[in-house]
């Protein structure tokens, strides 16, 4: 299992790496099929926000859905320990429902199907038409979505912790949005044309 940690906005100490690889050990045995594990520390230099100083991002690249966690602490150690154990309970997660489903392989998640497709930034010609002088930035992803039920699109959106997760729901054959409510509720968002209805 390879570890690759950086730093944005900060330098990474020796002794903080030696501290992430004996840390980020367990991951191994919890998924024995963990590739890497990318792992981003950013310094927040504002004094008002001492209390959310250092955070630390974990990305846990597997044959399974990308799985990632992230904590803010005072400093870095307290971050990484508190973003390892929200990973290793994702990963246990991920385990005990394979363990469920009795070692059916789960769909790609759309992050880990475009990890490797790089990120296109476009610049639109400037109008003359209105005098706007400045270029529009547009940035443009595609991703290649494995249909799945909305069971499954809940089970990666909480395994990539974000608050949305973007799918081809199966039984309606549309997209569909699941997203995080207040609380421990979930809304979904499907798209029908125009003059159509949910099927």
Do not use: W
């Amino acid at each position: 299992m390879d570890i690759v940690v950086k730093g944005r906005h900060t330098e990474v100490a020796d002794r903080f790496r030696g501290h992430v690889e004996v840390k980020l050990a367990k991951v191994a045995k919890l998924d024995g099929k963990v590739s890497r594990i990318d792992v981003e520390i950013c310094e927040e230099h504002n004094p008002r926000m001492a209390d959310q100083r250092s955070r630390v991002e974990l990305t846990c690249r597997t044959r399974g859905p990308v799985v990632r966690a992230e904590a803010v602490a005072p400093d870095p150690y307290a971050a990484l320990d508190l973003a390892s154990s929200r990973l290793e309970a994702r990963l246990r997660k991920a385990a005990d429902r394979r363990r469920v489903h009795h070692g059916i392989r789960t769909p790609v998640s759309v992050a880990s199907a475009t990890a490797g497709l790089s990120n296109g930034v476009k610049a639109s010609e400037p109008t003359d038409e209105d005098g706007d002088e400045s270029p529009f930035l547009v940035r443009e992803k595609e991703h290649v979505a494995v249909p799945m039920t909305l069971d499954q699109a809940l089970f990666e959106m909480e395994l990539v912790g974000h608050d949305f997760y973007l799918f081809v729901d199966t039984e309606r054959e549309a997209p569909s949005v699941v997203y995080r409510r207040h609380g421990y509720n979930y809304g979904v968002i499907r798209l029908v044309t125009e003059g159509g209805g949910a099927s």
